[in-house]
């Protein structure tokens, strides 16, 4: 079955990892997507966020592999009215756009919804701004982080205030602009007419508080740090240390689950405990209980240990380090490839029954690589 967007064209006018994280999902799933970049800078700022090991030359980094796969480059200045023109030779031909610009500078640089649509009436424009339409401020994810609630409640308990260490806010709002984008092809589909959707990193940001926000709003709690665990169940983000030094969390949610915990452990009396009886109780008497659990989990190795959990129905599984996770066989699928060299990760990780299998990714592109075949294009 060929690719389910293979009828698509995507311009991408966005930069960094939200976006582009967008412009990326529709290329895995088939698209055409036709990334803009500024040749003043030399492109996706991303291109120069380099580690110490990586090739100073290459206009590639592995930043800029995390949200560029399958895609063509082609350098043009928004300012210069010939390179503009070729832009609009393009929206003219294409069915969506990605941007993302702080309010008002599209329409400066007259790449504004308003401006493509009188171009292309069908164009669907996908925008990611900081924090509103209206609103000039520049979103970062580290601040939206810490201005969200996320930092408050990361880090144990009296430890200083941590930043996930990926950008998870930009993650989560190019998920919140997925949805908004196809929501809007479907309105295509069914009136014929383009339309603009915009999605905030702030909105996204607290829409992701999830049960955070409501203990607050409904229980009037105010989350606070607790290090791994969970201030709702309990036990749930323990984690144990075995006599190997190597670590195991338990994500146990159920008074069942609990009691053969317990009976793995060696101590089933503490399932009948009435301070640990119900997950209430266990929540009220978290810090007792895991005295308990982690006094009994030293004397296992590891593997004995985990083998145990699961063979008894237990939810738990290893702390491993990114290295770890990606060369297990579970992470294999989701990692792109070009002639056995890695050179990205998946975007998308859905199973589409009506899709098949997804057809190879090019790698991420170099700056300016396709200017050509686009330009033949128009």
């Known amino acids: ?13 966005a930069n960094v990892l939200a976006g582009p994280s967008v412009g990326q999902f529709f290329a895995e799933l088939g698209a055409e997507v036709i990334k803009i970049e500024n040749p003043k800078t030399k492109g996706d700022v991303t291109r120069s966020w380099k580690l110490k090991s990586e090739d100073s030359e290459s206009s590639i980094s592995a930043y800029f592999s995390a949200a560029n796969s399958g895609k063509k480059s082609i350098a043009l200045d928004l300012w210069n009215t010939e390179d503009l023109s070729i832009l609009y030779k393009l929206i003219a031909k294409s069915d969506i756009v990605i941007a993302s610009y702080k309010a008002g500078d599209a329409e400066k640089l007259k790449v504004d919804y308003q401006s493509l649509q009188s171009i292309n009436p069908k164009i669907i424009y996908g925008q990611i701004t900081g924090y509103g339409d209206e609103d000039e401020r520049v979103g970062y994810d580290a601040i939206i982080q810490a201005e969200s609630g996320f930092m408050s409640m990361n880090g144990d308990p009296d430890g200083n205030s941590l930043k996930m260490p990926v950008a998870l806010v930009d993650v989560l709002a190019a998920h919140h602009l997925k949805e908004a984008i196809l929501l809007a092809y479907i309105n295509l589909l069914k009136s014929n007419e383009g339309s603009k959707v915009s999605v905030s990193l702030f909105e996204s940001a607290i829409a992701s508080l999830a049960n955070q926000a409501t203990n607050y709003l409904i229980a009037g709690y105010n989350p606070q740090k607790m290090g791994a665990e969970h201030p709702n169940i309990a036990p749930y983000g323990t984690v144990l240390k075995t006599t190997d030094h190597k670590e195991i969390l338990l994500a146990v949610g159920t008074n069942s689950q609990f009691q053969k915990l317990c009976e793995v452990l060696g101590i089933p009396e503490i399932a009948e405990d009435d301070r640990f009886k119900t997950n209430t109780l266990r929540v009220e008497n978290r810090k007792r209980l895991n005295q308990f659990l ?3 989990a030293k004397l296992f ?13 237990i939810p738990a599984g290893k702390l491993q380090p990114v290295a770890e996770a990606l060369h297990g066989n579970d992470a294999e ?6 002639a056995e060299m890695n050179v990205g990760l998946r975007n998308f990780a859905g199973k589409l029954s009506f899709m098949g299998k997804s057809s190879h990714l090019a790698p991420p592109p170099e700056f300016d ?10």
């Open 294 to 296: 982690l006094e009994k």
């Open 301 to 313: 190795p590891s593997e004995m240990l985990i083998q145990k959990l699961k063979a008894a129905q």
């Open 333 to 338: 699928k989701m990692i792109l490839k070009s």
């Open 1 to 13: 079955m060929p690719p389910f967007f293979k009828t698509l064209r995507v311009i991408e006018l």
């Open 369 to 378: 690589q396709d200017r050509d075949e686009i330009l033949a294009l128009i």
